[in-house]
């Protein structure tokens, strides 16, 4: 597994590249793209004026149009990168601009009701092929990308039937020269897997920050003095992007509903036990649990650094 | 906020220190010890002989005994460091031992249910202060332990009513010589506190590892390789040390129960939203969190590091 970016390729992977959002995603792969020549020309927009300014600002793209509909002209791989509600409306504002065997694609974390709500304003000639790249810190906005993101993460692609097989591998060229490795799913597999490792456990860390904030007994000063006990771990997820995750949820209902139906029917389980003084049934999951991490861990998706490398380690 | 452990004391705060239990907390309280000179004397003991053995390697102690009655023999501070649930049974060996004087406490989770199952074996004469550090990494096992792993970080006393004033103090100077922030409140607070912001995290954490690792529909192997959208922070925790774990569940059942209860109230008021489409009320909830992760980070119990500085951050 490579530790960095390749060099700058010498061919570029697309001629004309558009980045439709630029947050923490889409000023990751404004950077990466320049990075490593994946584009002859990178070309950005977002529906946020200061936004705009401040990729101009930091020299992110070579052009930065105020429409959405400019920015896709002439382009060959068109990324949106806004949160997953507002693909639908840009969607339909670009449609009229874009050109015969352009490749559309975005990065939400939702691909089937995405999916749907995209594809009919895609025009014949024009490859939709949706993406997510799975890959994220809790921190949003242009500045907060880097080029690095993506490097050794997975990018998942929901190609439809009948997709072009060739637009389907510039787009996998594309994120491989990212940095990633890709797979290839349906969108109803990819808003499952990610139900499973990223909404519903955002989901319960927004719960559970939202629930110490609202006790009485415990005060707010002493829930953030302890929080090294464990809590602040949750917090992280919980301080991410409140639109990206509220269209998560919005737009991926009926994975979330089912994955949490699971967790709180384990979870009663485990009240049960606690209840009854089950110590070898605590036991027997707080053990199987442990697994887990360690093959995440060996397929080098987490470092094994103790407490996320919180403490400098000082043996002795 | 210090950055790093003070120099070596002139005077020690004991003269004899005898740790019980050399794992994670045990082993790191050695070497702290040690470090900062915290006692003339340092005595260990384990119940298991490959982890005493392993501290005579380390050179963690002064002296290492095979019978936690000889290590607590002169002492002037013992501290007991096994897993809460051991705690009763080690009281009853090593009371006959102990000298008059001496102050006896302990590190564990819980403090309620173990003051009242250690208290009675405390023979008069002794001064019992329970205590607990809130620190830890997910890894166990006296190689797991490191100097500086209380710094900055609180330790929590609740003296029972009564306790002499004097030895509160001289426990209380042990851990601010050991780095920590002391802070005194009664075992039920503590109790409480703790089960918001450790205990029920912990286990919300175990149950998505289990929920996860029970899927049919996604592989194990799917879980493990897009984990970092969000579970592999959870798999951190769910890696602690079993025992201990179940012995904190066991031994705080009521305030857990509680939270617990809270917690799943909570859940289903955003499954609802989720269910009925109520994005303003994720939204709301979704923005008040941030907030709360940026106060632990101003109070320095966390870092700002995105995504736990699991990346190289590489502006442009």
Redesign the interface.
Known sequence: MSEQLGPKLERPVVERLAIIGCGLIGSSLL?VARRRNLARRIVATDASAPVRARVVE???ADEVHDSAADAVRDADLIILCAPVGANAAIAAEIAPALSTGAIVSDVG?VKGAVASAVAPFIPKGVHFIPGHP??????SGP???????FLN??C?LTPPAGADPHAVETLSAFWTAAGSNV?TMSCE?HD???A????????????????????E??T?S???????????????????N??M???V??NN?DA??E??G???E??SA??R???W?D?DG??A??????D?????IE?G???DV???????????
């Open positions: 950077r930091l020299g992110l974390s799975v890959a994220g810190t809790e921190q500045d907060a990308g880097f080029p690095t993101l993460r997975w998942i797979e597999h499952l897997v990610l499973i490792t990223s909404h519903v456990p955002h989901l319960i860390a927004y719960n559970i920050v939202g629930t110490a904030a609202d006790l007994e415990v707010q002493e829930v953030i003095k302890f929080s090294a006990g464990g809590f602040r771990d949750f917090t992280r997820i919980a301080a991410s409140p639109t995750w509220r269209d949820f919005l209902k979330v509903l994955i949490l699971r967790f709180t384990d979870l485990l009240q036990m606690i209840r003084g110590g605590l036991f999951l707080f053990t199987r649990t442990r887990i991490r360690r093959s995440i397929i998706q987490e470092s103790p407490d996320f490398g919180r403490h400098q380690s000082d043996p002795q």
